[in-house]
């Protein structure tokens, strides 16, 4: 029901079909898994291990599908100290260091006005399971972990490199571009 759903929620799925499965339900979890058995792609953003713990793991999914690409969105990835952490876009705006230099002297930290944190993680997906799908002769799935956080800092690529190459503490600038 259109009525229902938020303005942005509409203007970022225009055009998608979805349907909406509880996969804690033995039912749900069925139906996932038939229709992983005929998917090319998988996309979800839980927080790492959910799956398996929902018994959906790698093991359960490729014997389904095993040419499935299966990309999973994180904060923080996979593995690592943070993998379990949960995160949304201003935790990891934060995090990064974004908003450390978005604003000015009297303003930083500001948070980005646009989801820049949850557009990056979706815009570095898309590019990784593109290129899955245009890989000649796969004869195997492929396991995509996309971090949030190692997205927006590929952003912050002037930034980052100032500060590694010339010693350029990072600093909030307002709208300069220096």
């Known amino acids: 029901n259109r009525q229902l759903m938020g303005?942005?929620?509409?203007?970022?799925?225009?055009?998608?079909?979805?349907?909406?499965?509880?996969l804690k339900s033995r039912l749900g979890a069925e139906l996932f898994l038939r229709l992983v058995a005929s998917a090319e792609v998988v996309v979800e953003?839980?927080?790492p291990c959910v799956m398996n713990r929902l018994g959906l793991g790698d093991?359960?999914?490729?014997?389904?599908?095993?040419q499935l690409s299966y990309c999973?969105?994180?904060?923080?990835?996979?593995?690592?100290?943070?993998?379990?952490?949960?995160?949304?876009?201003?935790?990891?705006q934060g995090m990064s260091g974004a908003m450390s230099i978005t604003g000015d002297a009297d303003t930083a930290p500001y948070?980005?006005?646009?989801?820049?944190?949850?557009?990056?993680?979706?815009?570095?997906?898309?590019?990784?399971?593109?290129?899955?799908?245009?890989?000649k002769d796969r004869t195997s799935g492929r396991f995509i972990d996309i971090s949030m956080?190692?997205?927006?800092?590929?952003?912050?690529?002037?930034?980052?490199?100032?500060?590694?190459n010339a010693?350029?503490?990072p600093l909030p600038q307002g709208n300069e571009n220096i």
């Open 149 to 164: 956080l190692e997205a927006i800092m590929a952003t912050m690529g002037w930034a980052i490199s100032n500060y590694l």
């Open 59 to 66: 093991d359960r999914r490729a014997r389904e599908n095993p």
């Open 72 to 92: 999973a969105i994180s904060g923080f990835g996979q593995d690592g100290p943070l993998h379990a952490a949960p995160a949304y876009d201003q935790i990891i």
């Open 111 to 135: 948070r980005v006005g646009s989801p820049v944190a949850d557009t990056a993680g979706g815009l570095t997906a898309a590019f990784a399971i593109a290129a899955c799908l245009a890989e």
């Open 45 to 47: 953003n839980s927080r």
């Open 167 to 169: 010693g350029v503490e």
């Open 7 to 22: 303005a942005s929620f509409l203007a970022q799925n225009a055009g998608k079909r979805s349907i909406t499965i509880d």
